[in-house]
């Protein structure tokens, strides 16, 4: 089983910047062969993915609405995967959820474990 934490969230105007992190544990082993993303649901919305990251972190994908403002990052010695926002917008409020799987793509269901989600807040 794999554990995963998201941090970082919280209250930033627009065109500020926040990092989020995820960390795993539990089977970390399973982790460092799986793919990562980020999704996010806003109220009354269906979760969006936002941005996922290959195994060896040698490949990335975004979601339209995030490119060019947001970057993925994993460091698989620290079972570690990181957001960073940029330029942020009211629209990109909603709670961030990290996600394992075995593939990396845009669909929820390709990812088997799930953290909580961390709330991002952008004020206008």
């Known amino acids: 089983q794999v554990q995963l934490v998201e941090s970082g969230g919280g209250l930033v105007q627009a065109g500020g910047s926040l990092r989020l992190s995820c960390a795993a544990s539990?089977?970390?082993?399973?982790?460092?062969?799986?793919?990562m993303g980020w999704f996010r649901q806003a109220p009354g919305k269906e979760r969006e993915f936002v941005a996922g990251i290959s195994r060896s972190g040698g490949s990335t994908y975004y979601g339209d609405s995030v490119k060019g403002r947001f970057t993925i990052s994993r460091d698989n010695a620290k079972n570690t995967v990181a957001l960073q926002m940029n330029s942020l917008k009211p629209e990109d409020t909603a709670v961030y959820y990290c996600a394992a799987g075995p593939l990396l793509g845009g669909t929820a269901g390709l990812y088997d474990y799930w953290g909580r989600g961390t709330q991002v807040t952008v004020s206008s």
């Open positions: 539990g089977r970390t082993s399973s982790t460092f062969a799986m793919a």
